[in-house]
C-alpha cells in the first residue's frame, strides 16, 4: 500500500489523494447516520483522532460531514501531531476541536455521539490502544466507523492483545488488508474506497474467493459424463464409537457431486441406510479404485486408526485428511512415509490439532499455514472464523465466516466429505478446499439463519449453497 500510493502521489500530490479517501468516508459516515437516526443534519459525530495520516483522513471527513449539517468535534489523541492540513480544513468548516482524557469535557463529547470515527491508528500502528484512547473508546455507546482497520487490531495478522476498537463498519482505501478478512468480527461491514490507485498495487498476497469463484470452480457434469469421469470419492471415516462422522461425511461427498462415493469402513451399514447411493464395504482394502480419499472424522487413534491412514496415504490419489488422521499423522510421522510426496494432500485441523502436526500458530495464522506448508508437503486448511488455507509457491486464500453457528460437533465432517469430493472431481488442492470452505459456510448460513446450525442442518442444505453458486 505505501509503495503504491507513492506512486500516485507523485503524480497527483498527497492532498489530492487524502480528499479522495476522505470523501469516501464522509460518505459511509453519512449512510450510517440516516440509517441510525434517520437523519443527518444535526446529528452529532465525534472524530476519535491520533497522529498521521488516519487522523487527517478523519479530520477531512469531518469537514465535509459539517457541509451537511452534521455537528463534528475532533478529540486530539496527539495534539502536537495533528495532520495539519486536515486539522486545519476542519476548523475552516466550522468544526470543534477538543483535548483532554475521559476526566475532561471529552467524556461528555463521546457520550453525547450518535456515530464515532476512529481514527486513532492506521496501517502502521502495533500493538494494542493506549490508556487514553482505550479509555474512551471503553466510553462509546454509539456505532463506531473505523479508518482503514480498527485501532488496536494487527493490520497483517488480525490479532488483538489488549484493548482495541470493534467497529461496526471499517472504511478501507485502494485494496482490503489482512485485518479486514483475518478479523471480520473487529471490522463489522468493510467498504474498499476506489482512490485511484489502480495497476500500482500489484497482484494481491491474498485471495477471497467469491460466489462467482467458487461457482466457476464446481464440478458440473457434461453431456458425456458418467459417475467415473466425475469423480469417484472414497471415504475412511468413521468407527463403531462414532457412526455419526461417516454419516456425514459420506452424506457431503453425495451431495457435493453427481459422480460416485465409495465408503470403507466399519459405519457400512448406517452409511447404506442413510445414502443408499453410496457403494460402502467394510475396510479400505476391500474398496474398489477411488479418485480421491476423505479420511479421518471419527475413525480412532488406534492401529486399526492408522492401518487405515498408511494404506489411503498409499494409494497414490489425492487426499483430505482430518481429525483422527491428523492426531495419527502427529503421534506417528512415520505415516508420510507411505505417501508418494506428489501426491496432493489437504489437512483441515483446528488449533489444537494444528499445533500437534505443525507446532503452536501464534498471533500470525498466514505465517503459520505457510510454515505447515513447506514442513509438510501439503496444502493446511487451518480452522477458525477465518479459514486459512496456504498452497504451494505461497499462495493463500482466506475465507471468513458468515456467522459463528457452524462451530458445532460433525461440521468438519461435512467439509472434510466436500473436500474429498472435489478432490475426486480433479480440482487441484488449494481450489477445492477454497471452494469447499465457501460452499460450507454458505450452506451453514442457509441453515442457521440466526438459530443454531447442527452438522445434519448444514448437511442439508449444501444443495441449496450449490445452488446458489451456480446462479
Known amino acids: 500500500m505505501r509503495d503504491a500510493e507513492r506512486a500516485v502521489i507523485a503524480k497527483v500530490g498527497e492532498p489530492l489523494l487524502m480528499r479522495r479517501a476522505a470523501f469516501g468516508l464522509a460518505v459511509v459516515a453519512r449512510r450510517m447516520l440516516s440509517e441510525s437516526t434517520g437523519g443527518v443534519a444535526g446529528r452529532r459525530v465525534v472524530l476519535l483522532v491520533g497522529a498521521g495520516n488516519n ?22 489523541l496527539a495534539p502536537d501531531r495533528a495532520h495539519g492540513a486536515g486539522l486545519a480544513a476542519f476548523r475552516r468548516a466550522g468544526g470543534r476541536v477538543v483535548t483532554g482524557g475521559p476526566a475532561k469535557a471529552t467524556a461528555a463529547v463521546v457520550d453525547r455521539a450518535d456515530l464515532v470515527v476512529d481514527g486513532i491508528v492506521g496501517l502502521s500502528g502495533r500493538g494494542s490502544l493506549r490508556t487514553e484512547a482505550a479509555e474512551l473508546v471503553e466510553r462509546v455507546r454509539a456505532p463506531i466507523v473505523a479508518v482503514d482497520l480498527p ?17 461496526a463498519a471499517t472504511v478501507t482505501f485502494g485494496t482490503l488488508k489482512p485485518v479486514h478478512v483475518l478479523a471480520p468480527h473487529r471490522c463489522g461491514d468493510v467498504e474498499v474506497v476506489d482512490i485511484g490507485l489502480g495497476g500500482a498495487l500489484g497482484e494481491p498476497d491474498i485471495s477471497v474467493l467469491d460466489a462467482e469463484d467458487a461457482g466457476a470452480l464446481w464440478p458440473v457434469p457434461g453431456p458425456a459424463d458418467d459417475k467415473y469421469t466425475q469423480g469417484v470419492a472414497g471415504i475412511a471415516a468413521g468407527s463403531t464409537t462414532y457412526l455419526g462422522a461417516a454419516v456425514l461425511t459420506a452424506g457431503a461427498a453425495v451431495l457435493a457431486t453427481s459422480g460416485m462415493v465409495r465408503y470403507a469402513g466399519a459405519a457400512a451399514d448406517p452409511v447404506r441406510a442413510r445414502w443408499p447411493e453410496v457403494v460402502a464395504t467394510g475396510s479400505v482394502a476391500d474398496a474398489e479404485r ?100 496456504a498452497g504451494a509457491d505461497g499462495q493463500v486464500l482466506v475465507q471468513p465466516s458468515v456467522s459463528s453457528w457452524p462451530a458445532t460437533a460433525g461440521s468438519g465432517d461435512v467439509l472434510t466429505g466436500l473436500i474429498g469430493a472435489l478432490l475426486a472431481a480433479g480440482r487441484p488442492p488449494l481450489q477445492a478446499a477454497g471452494a469447499a470452505v465457501y460452499v460450507h459456510g454458505l450452506a451453514a448460513a442457509l441453515a442457521a439463519r440466526g438459530a443454531p446450525a447442527p452438522a445434519s442442518a448444514i448437511l442439508s442444505a449444501i444443495p441449496d449453497a450449490v445452488r446458489a453458486i451456480r446462479v
Do not use: M
Not at 55 to 76: C, H, K, S
Not at 151 to 167: E, L, N, Q
Open 290 to 389: 477411488v479418485q480421491a480419499w476423505a479420511v479421518g472424522p471419527g475413525l480412532g487413534t488406534g492401529s486399526e486408526g492408522r492401518s487405515v491412514v498408511r494404506h489411503v496415504l498409499g494409494d497414490g490419489v489425492p487426499v483430505c485428511a482430518d481429525a483422527d488422521a491428523i492426531t495419527l499423522l502427529a503421534q506417528d510421522p512415520t505415516l508420510w512415509d507411505a505417501r508418494d510426496p506428489e501426491v496432493p494432500v489437504v489437512l483441515t485441523p483446528h488449533d489444537r490439532e494444528f499445533a500437534r502436526i505443525a507446532g503452536e500458530i501464534g498471533a500470525d495464522r498466514i505465517a503459520a499455514a505457510r510454515r505447515a506448508e513447506a514442513k509438510l508437503g501439503v496444502t493446511p486448511l487451518l480452522q477458525g472464523n477465518s479459514t486459512v488455507i
Open 151 to 167: 485501532s488496536g487490531v494487527d493490520p497483517d495478522t488480525g490479532a488483538v492483545d489488549g484493548p482495541a476498537v470493534t467497529a
Open 55 to 76: 487522523g487527517g483522513d478523519a479530520l477531512w471527513a469531518g469537514a465535509f460531514l459539517r457541509r451537511r449539517a452534521v455537528e463534528v468535534t475532533a478529540v486530539l
